[in-house]
T-cell receptor, first 113, second 110 residues
Framework: DVKVTQSSRYLVKRTGEKVFLECVQD?????MFWYRQDPGLGLRLIYFSYDVKMKEKGDIPEGYSVSREKKERFSLILESASTNQTSMYLC????????????FGQGTRLTVV | KQEVTQIPAALSVPEGENLVLNCSFTDSAIYNLQWFRQDPGKGLTSLLLIQSSQREQTSGRLNASLDKSSGRSTLYIAASQPGDSATYLCAVRGNEKLTFGTGTRLTIIP
């Protein structure tokens, strides 16, 4: 069974903290993605990666960075957490072939206080 | 820039009814369209994937259609059940990225 696993379901962090969200997939997928989901705004792409050490900005990269040192792991980093980064964060992966489906993790609900 | 719209935002139907969820997109240059289900506070579960060259896909009580030229897709759910209550999202793939609609929140009334 295919699996995308996010390291935490719930996180509470303080303003100004550096926050790491981890995502691991076991499907040997080339592509990995980080989205955030907010009521009324839907899912918005933060960053994606199509290979180890490669990354591309999505629609809302400001305040975030990413790291992909191994094919199976994609990390999202909030350099200095702010209250407007309180959100549901979703990781996804897919094969590089454009006719294949994407698989999502269970989500991380991050609250910044 | 691709825009994906799902109307209505919310829908309530009695158990047992057949129903249709709608998805429209502005740029027909897509590789595929995927329907997802999301339960409250959870991640997304893939339901159906339709390639750009296909017209429809079926899985159990679910049938999804795609009309790429008009920028529309529908998700048909037959004989609805309370367990179908969830938010349904469609997403279109262009190059590497998925662009999502904001979803339809479906409630099946027992």
């Amino acid at each position: 069974d295919v699996k995308v696993t996010q390291s935490s379901r719930y996180l509470v962090k303080r303003t100004g903290e550096k926050v790491f969200l981890e995502c691991v997939q076991d499907m040997d997928h080339e592509n990995m993605f980080w989205y955030r989901q907010d009521p009324g705004l839907g899912l918005r792409l933060i960053y994606f990666s199509y290979d180890v050490k490669m990354k591309e900005k999505g629609d809302i990269p400001e305040g975030y960075s990413v790291s992909r040192e191994k094919k199976e792991r994609f990390s999202l980093i909030l350099e200095s957490a702010s209250t407007n980064q309180t959100s549901m964060y979703l990781c996804a992966s897919s094969r590089i072939d454009r006719d294949t489906e994407a698989f999502f993790g269970q989500g991380t609900r991050l609250t910044v206080v | 820039k691709q825009e994906v719209t799902q109307i209505p935002a919310a829908l309530s139907v009695p158990e047992g009814e057949n129903l249709v969820l709608n998805c429209s997109f502005t740029d027909s240059a897509i590789y595929n369209l995927q329907w997802f289900r999301q339960d409250p506070g959870k991640g997304l579960t893939s339901l159906l994937l339709i390639q750009s060259s296909q017209r429809e896909q079926t899985s159990g009580r679910l049938n999804a259609s795609l009309d790429k030229s008009s920028g529309r897709s529908t998700l048909y759910i037959a004989a609805s059940q309370p367990g179908d209550s969830a938010t349904y999202l469609c997403a279109v793939r262009g190059n590497e990225k998925l662009t999502f609609g904001t979803g339809t929140r479906l409630t099946i009334i027992p």
